[in-house]
């Protein structure tokens, strides 16, 4: 993985280097139509998510696009366990995800820009590129809520839905009086922001890069840093909340061109 990260890193660079030897070739015979516009939607997957996208580009030359983007993802901790299954007093099977405190769904606004430095036919071929894009994110958190015990009498266990407090944090991360998650549902008029910002780098493919439909793939890597630490789980004398989130990920976008 170590030398995946490095490898997509300098993806650009490389690619760079290439773009310099293809716009000094004066005798490259350009093919396909040439649109001014073009939109795009995306589905996005990374290692520590996901995240469903919209583009809207300027095509500036064959080889060169200018874009918006708009991203809405959802992002959890490394610390999280998938389908955590952990056995408690109360109930065997749990799909609780424990230490959780929070659900965190970022909002990317940027600007990009889409390099394609290899000539492709019009029917056929890929055409091989890079993207980079940055631009400003709002966090958005939400809170996780658990069912958890709050007394019993006989055979009886009483349960309660509760979200995370300093004061009932004891509760909260007690494996033996947890039940089950809340719903996910609950707790919209709880939400609360953390802004900050994203830088992503990739190599681009794309398919019938010159023709009126788009189709394409990434893969690369995003950055996003924000302003405090984003209080995804329960902190302890041994974790903290990270303010800063590095990902591979890899793309799908579909859309049109147009003139």
């Given at each position: 993985?170590?030398?995946f ?12 280097s ?23 939607a995306?589905a ?5 998510g996901f ?12 080889h060169?696009?200018?874009?918006y983007h708009?991203?809405i ?34 909002i990317r ?30 966090g ?6 658990l ?10 266990t ?31 008029n ?5 802004p ?22 990434e ?11 984003v209080?995804?789980?329960v902190?302890?004398?041994?974790f ?20």
């Amino acid at each position: 993985m170590k030398y995946f990260i490095i490898f997509v890193l300098f993806i650009p660079v490389l690619l760079f280097s290439q773009e310099q030897d293809l716009t000094q070739n004066k005798n490259l015979r350009l093919k396909g139509i040439v649109f001014k516009h073009e939109y795009s939607a995306e589905a996005k997957l990374n290692t520590l998510g996901f995240a469903l996208a919209f583009n809207k580009g300027r095509i500036i030359s064959y080889h060169t696009t200018k874009y918006y983007h708009f991203e809405i993802g959802y992002l959890k901790s490394f610390k999280e366990k998938k389908g955590n299954l952990v056995i408690t007093g109360l109930n065997i099977y749990n799909k609780y995800s424990y230490g959780k405190r929070n659900y965190f769904f970022p909002i990317r606004l940027g600007l990009g820009k889409k390099i394609f430095l290899s000539e492709k036919d019009t029917e056929k071929g890929l055409a091989v590129g890079y993207s980079i894009e940055g631009g400003v994110d709002f966090g958005i958190l939400k809170p996780y809520y658990l069912i958890v015990k709050s007394g019993s009498e006989g055979n009886n266990t009483y349960l309660e839905t509760i979200r995370y407090s300093e004061e009932n944090r004891d509760v909260f991360i007690d494996e033996n009086l947890i039940y089950d998650r809340g719903s996910f549902f609950k707790g919209f008029n709880h939400l609360s922001f953390v802004p900050g910002i994203h830088i992503n780098t990739a190599a681009h493919f794309a398919i019938k890069a010159y023709e009126r439909r788009l189709f394409a793939f990434e893969t690369g890597m995003m950055l996003d840093a924000y302003i405090k630490r984003v209080p995804i789980m329960v902190e302890t004398t041994g974790f903290k909340n990270n303010f800063i989130f590095i990902n591979v990920y890899i793309n799908v976008q579909f859309g049109r061109r147009w003139n």
